[in-house]
């Protein structure tokens, strides 16, 4: 299972809980800087190369605030589908998205990759949100994975 670093920092300890799954680290290119996510093309050549059965990750990136959205988040869930390789995709972080331009709807922003899902039962992407952060509910440990 691959992971990004940095990224949310229980995720290494996580996956080395079990014998069966093999954490791989992912660091991300320092030439990107804090605010970008791997490029897909990048991404796509590690699937490949290493073949990973997994990558988990936040979206947006905790702790970072690093976000995939639009044509680039699209890209990840193609790889995904491709390889057929699980991507989950933690989302509790997904109600705090703070854009430069301002809509004159007073309307929270949100991303999700299910926008990209074509086929629940099909594609290869996990999504995990829950009441602790987007609902303001500390302390309450429900979640969901769609």
């Keep these: 299972v691959g992971h990004f670093l940095p990224d949310y920092t229980a995720y290494a300890e996580a996956l080395g809980l079990f014998q069966s799954i093999v954490p791989v680290p992912i660091p991300q290119s320092s030439k990107l800087g804090m605010e970008k996510q791997m490029p897909a093309n990048y991404l796509d050549e590690l699937v490949s190369r290493m073949d990973l059965g997994a990558i988990l990750m936040s979206n947006p990136c905790n702790p970072t605030g690093a976000v995939l959205r639009g044509r680039d988040l699209a890209a990840y869930v193609e790889i995904a589908r491709r ?11 997904s109600h705090y998205l703070y854009l430069d331009e301002v809509k004159d ?30 609902w303001r509910l500390p302390g309450w440990r429900l979640c969901w994975v769609v």
């Excluded at 390789?85 to 989302?91: L, N, P, Y």
């Excluded at 990759?113 to 290869?124: G, H, M």
């Design 83 to 93: 390889w057929s390789c699980a991507m989950v995709m933690d989302e509790f972080y």
């Design 105 to 134: 709807d007073a309307k929270p922003h949100m991303v999700s990759a299910a926008e990209f899902v074509q086929d629940v039962n099909c594609d290869p992407v996990l999504l995990v949100n829950g009441l602790t952060k987007g």
